[in-house]
């Protein structure tokens, strides 16, 4: 379901809404602050309900959005049904700058550890990398968690080049790096993102995503 909900069911979604914030001491407000929506959009919601209007303004997208921040599950804020935990998304293993840096896939595919979805951010299709190494301080810290997603399995998007990715080079090692077009077709410069670092020239890539999100070690729930 991509677009609007009708009365009933945003009735209940609403209802939802209320029991768990008043759990959780959140005022619609700081609720919609950080789910990342205007500090009146599920006021907005309420308000058009409870006018009796069939579209309240929100859809699958914000609900999501609205799931994480409660930390409660997004199939259980739609439809009431299955557990209410939070969101998780699969640690793939790890990277950093340095060339002791494990590849990726150190984990059996969905046997990695999982890390609770952050606030603002839909867990659909988001895979999640822990750094290691003290390689790329003062910017990212060993154990800090970054989030992205690979729109292709192999290739490097036009899109992604000039900023900071997860990437995969020719030998399978894993990387954090600013990605920039390299001398000939294919080849890319890897730029460090400590200062100090050696840039890497006219590297392979197996591909490179973007990343969406830096989740410091503090606040990364391991679950």
Avoid at 186 to 214: C, D, E, Q, Y
Wanted: aromatic share 6%; charged share 25%; with cysteine.
């Amino acid at each position: 379901m991509c677009g609007n909900f009708d009365r009933m069911d945003m009735g209940e979604i609403l209802s939802r809404i209320s029991a768990k914030s008043k759990e959780k001491g959140l005022s619609e407000q700081g609720l919609a602050k950080a789910a990342g929506l205007s500090k009146d959009g599920i006021r907005n919601w309420r308000r058009r309900h409870e006018a009796g209007e069939e579209n309240a303004g929100a859809n699958v997208s914000s609900i999501s959005k609205v799931a994480s921040a409660l930390g409660v599950s997004e199939l259980w804020l739609l439809h009431g049904i299955g557990d209410q935990s939070p969101a998780t998304i699969t640690i793939a293993g790890k990277v950093g700058a340095g060339a002791q840096v494990p590849v990726f896939d150190a984990y059996a595919k969905g046997d990695g550890p999982q890390v609770e979805c952050p606030p603002g951010l839909s867990p659909h299709g988001v895979v999640a990398v822990e750094i290691e190494g003290d390689s790329m301080e003062p910017i990212f810290s060993a154990g800090d968690v970054l989030f992205y997603t690979r729109h292709t399995h192999d290739g490097v998007p036009d899109d992604v080049v000039g900023h900071r990715c997860v990437i995969e080079d020719e030998d399978g090692m894993g990387w954090v790096k600013q990605v920039k077009p390299g001398d000939e077709p294919g080849l890319f410069h890897l730029i460090s993102l400590n200062p100090g670092a050696t840039t890497m020239w006219n590297k392979r890539l197996k591909w490179a995503a973007r990343v969406r999100l830096h989740w410091p070690a503090e606040l990364a729930k391991k679950a």
